[in-house]
Each structure stands twice: as C-alpha cells, then as structure tokens.
C-alpha cells in the first residue's frame, strides 16, 4: 500500500462527526467539537503531517470556539477538554479557556513547549460540563509569540483521527486497563518522524510478534512516512522535509524499517549519515571537532539501528561502529552513582541520573546486544549493562516509579523514564541478559504505571519534551506523550 492509499484510507476510515463515539465496550467517549473562528489557512511554506487539517489558535484574545452539536446522553460523567498540537511549541503557551455565553473562566491552560502530534488533556469540574456542552468554550492565548496549530476536522478529507481532534473526554470513573492497546493499535500514536515515531514503531514490531493487527498497523504507520520508496516528514518548523535525516536521534526508525523492509533503498541514506558522523575511532554523534556532544539517546537511536543493519544487510562494520558509538557511552557517561545523559566528549558531563536519559541508555545497551554477533566486546558490554541496571534498580521507589532525577525527589515520580526503564528490563530478561530481578522490578514498575493511564489509554505523568533545559525538567510540569504507548507494548501485559 502506498502512502497516497494510506492516508485516503485514514481518511475514510476516521472522518469525524459531530456526535458522541461511543463503544460500549469502553468506559468512555469522544465528543467532537465544532471548531469556529479559526484561521485554518497556512502559510504556502508551511507543512503539517499528512496534510491533516489544522486551526490556528491566533496571538491575542480573539480567540476560537469549540462547540458540540448535541449534548452527550453521559453529561454526569467526568469528563478532560483535549486538543493535539500541530506545531512544535518552542516557547510557554498558555491558553484561556472560558465557557462562551457567560465567559466564567474554566482555566489557563499550560501547552508549554508542545511537539507534534501531542495532546492535552484538560480536567473539567463535573459542575462545568454541563455549561460547556450547552455554551461552547473559547480558547484565546494569554503568553506566547508565534504561530500555534492544532488539528481540527474544518470538513477537510483528510482529518486527524479522533483521539486528536478537539473533543471532550467524557468517562467513568472506572476506566479498563487495557484501553492504551487501542491507542496504540491505530493511526493515534502516529509521532513526529525521528526517536518519537522510533519508540512507537519499536514497541508495534515487539507486539507484531504475537498480534496481526499490530503488524497491520506498523505496516499502515511505515507506509505513511516510507511510503512509495520515499521518506516524507515535517520538520521541527513546520516544513516538509524530504528524504533527509537531520539528526543522530532521527536513525531509530530505521532499526524498525530495516526489520520489516529490509530492501527499502532509505536503509543506505541511514548508513551514510552515521558513516558521515563518525570520528576516526568509529564514534557517531552530532557535532563536529570540539563541539562533539555524546549522548545516551544515541544507545538506542544509533547503536541498535546499525546492530541490526549490520545483521540484516550482513555487513559487520556497521556492528563495529555500534559497539564503539555504545562504548564511548558506557566510558563517558556511566560514573560511580551517576549515569549522565550528556557530555562533551572531554568529559564535561550533564543531567545526572535524569530517568528518561537512563532510558536510554539501558534500552540501546539492551537492545543493540540482541542483534551483535558472539564477541569479547559483547560480552564487554552485557557486563556493563548489568551493572547499570543495579544501579538503576536501587533507586526504585516503593510504588515502582523513578524520580525525574533519581537523586532528587523534589523533582518528582516521572512515567516516560519508568516506562523507558521497564521496557528495558523487561527486553533484557526475555532476552537472556538479565537475572529475576529485574523481571521482578519491571512488574512493579508497570503496576506503577497503571494509575497514569487516562480512560483510553495514553500516559500521563511525562515530563516534556526537553526543549525548555534544566528548569523545564525539574519544575514537575508533566504532560502526555504519545510516544510512550512503544514503551507500554514491551511489558508483559496480556494482548488483546
């Protein structure tokens, strides 16, 4: 299937409606909003994924509205206000939102340093709903400079799906466990192309092995990025971007295409990047001469994807640049009590124990050592690995979560970071890597993770992307990111 077909099936296939989407199988239902007073225009250089439409929420109070054609029979439900991003937020955006006729003020609404494709929930009073269902609300933005998109319906053929079309939430209290397998089973984990869509894709092909759909839908989701030979994407200003990777961090997916299509012509547009940005000793990273920056993201954004290009294309030197781009992780970033995600590579180290960097660090370890052929160097590194993941476990908390930053509890549980660490514990115990232990802490940690799924089944309870530095990270700002349903799919919950 093409990418043209792909997405003109999409579009058939999730064209919204005005009226509730309520399975009776669930605990809750989408109620699609009406957008009004949108600029739904963009600027001819502009680029949105897909060509899905979007709205433009405008700088001043003007404003949109959000409005429902009829009223839910389920208004005595709780019930989150929801839009997804179309732009990728750079700055604090902070939204009012008002009820439309009598302007009571339900909330600012923090969409700081938004990606895209990300949704925010908002939680509406129950002694709300019912006036915003009958009103309307407006959005209108108190702070924030530049343009910000977010996908609406506007009657357009080729539509986002639900889940990221304005709506409210509206569900009961008792929500089933097992909802984030139709979030990430469908076009509504799509990310931005690079590690986000890498992560998703990763955890679809650990599900394929047991789930046809989940093999369908990886196969829908490659085909709208790959589709027709091609790699097509929006970049992060929101131009389209063309057969061209921009970053080490933008190789996983290529660990996922090179396992499901490995005669894809892009798998040699991928080698040539990393051959390009390796030094003399073989080490990849972004950056050149002293400007070098070495980072625990590249463990599994460029290790892993070369481990398993190495096997797949059977070409051993790639397997050699993923061990030394890894081992230059392990010598520089792996200290004492601390497992830094970054440093220069004179050894000027930084964010410390930061539990998604730890992520990581330990999935590229676990994952880039399935797919290396039997060498000391190997066996090297599985060493290595083991005793990163007693580090890791000692910093466990009672409920099975990690800290932000491990060390420092003011900055609060994290979720991505604990989903990221289960998911390699998990994979490296299957796998043969690792002892009961970590089977025994990856179930704590999924038993954690339940009380942070919303009633369809994203998480929540992530720290933002890391655009906005140290502060950002630690002032317990916590979002959804889609991007964690690929970490969800590795442990050992029962599939549909």
Not at 110 to 124: K, V
Not at 396 to 402: I, K, R, S, T
């Amino acid at each position: 299937m093409t990418r043209r077909q792909v997405l003109a099936t999409a579009s058939i296939l999730l064209a919204p409606s005005y009226f509730n989407l309520w399975d009776k199988r669930s605990s809750y239902e989408y109620c699609l909003a009406k957008v009004t007073g949108q600029n739904a225009i963009l600027p001819p250089e502009k680029y949105i994924p897909f060509d899905w439409a979007v709205a433009e929420l405008p700088l001043g109070p003007t404003g949109v509205k959000l409005s429902w054609d009829q009223a839910s029979a389920h208004k005595k439900s709780q019930a989150k206000l929801r839009i997804t991003s179309a732009t990728d937020v750079r700055e604090v955006l902070i939204v009012e939102v008002k009820t439309a006729l009598t302007g009571k003020k339900i909330a600012d609404w923090d969409l700081r340093f938004a990606a895209y494709m990300q949704p925010f929930d908002l939680e509406i009073a129950p002694e709300d709903i019912n006036a915003m269902l009958a009103e309307g609300v407006t959005l209108s933005r108190t702070t924030g400079s530049k343009a910000f998109w977010f996908f609406s319906a506007n009657d357009s053929p080729k539509t986002a799906p639900s889940a990221f079309l304005p709506h409210l939430l509206v569900y009961q209290p008792s929500p089933r466990k097992d909802a984030w397998q139709e979030r990430l089973l469908s076009l509504e984990s799509v990310q931005a192309f690079g590690w986000m869509q890498g992560v998703v894709w990763d955890g679809l092909l650990e599900m394929s092995k047991h789930s046809k759909r989940a093999k369908s839908i990886l196969s829908q989701q490659l085909n709208l990025f790959f589709g027709q030979n091609s790699l097509v994407y929006a970049n992060l200003n929101n131009l389209k971007t063309v057969e061209k990777i921009s970053t080490v961090e933008s190789i996983l997916p290529f660990a996922i295409l090179a396992q499901t299509h490995p005669e894809h012509p892009l798998l040699q547009t991928a080698i040539a990047f990393c051959e390009a940005h390796a030094n003399a000793e073989g080490v990849i990273a972004d950056g050149t001469g002293n400007n070098r920056m070495v980072k625990t993201e590249e463990c599994y954004t460029v290790s892993y994807p070369l481990a398993v290009l190495a096997k797949t294309l059977k070409r051993p030197e790639l397997a050699q640049l993923a061990i030394q781009t890894l081992q230059s992780r392990i010598n520089i970033l792996d200290q004492g009590e601390y497992i830094f995600q970054r440093s220069t590579e004179q050894g000027e180290a930084f964010f410390g124990n930061w539990s998604r960097g730890v992520a990581w660090y330990l999935l590229g370890l676990a994952k880039t050592l399935v797919h290396l052929p039997p060498s000391e160097q190997k066996r090297a590194i599985q060493l290595s690995f083991q005793s990163a993941v007693e580090k890791v476990i000692a910093f466990q908390q009672p409920n099975g979560l990690w800290f932000n930053f491990f060390h420092q509890p003011e900055t609060g549980i994290e979720t991505s970071g604990t989903a990221g660490i289960a998911a390699a514990l998990t994979y490296g115990y299957q796998n043969g890597l690792l002892a009961e232990n970590a089977k025994a802490a990856a179930i704590k940690a999924q038993n954690g993770l339940l009380p942070f799924l919303t009633p369809d089944g994203y998480l929540t309870g992530t720290a933002q992307v890391n655009k906005g530095g140290d502060a950002l990270q630690k002032n317990g700002f916590r979002v959804i990111s889609p991007y964690t349903l690929g970490f969800l799919a590795h442990l050992n919950w029962k599939l549909k």
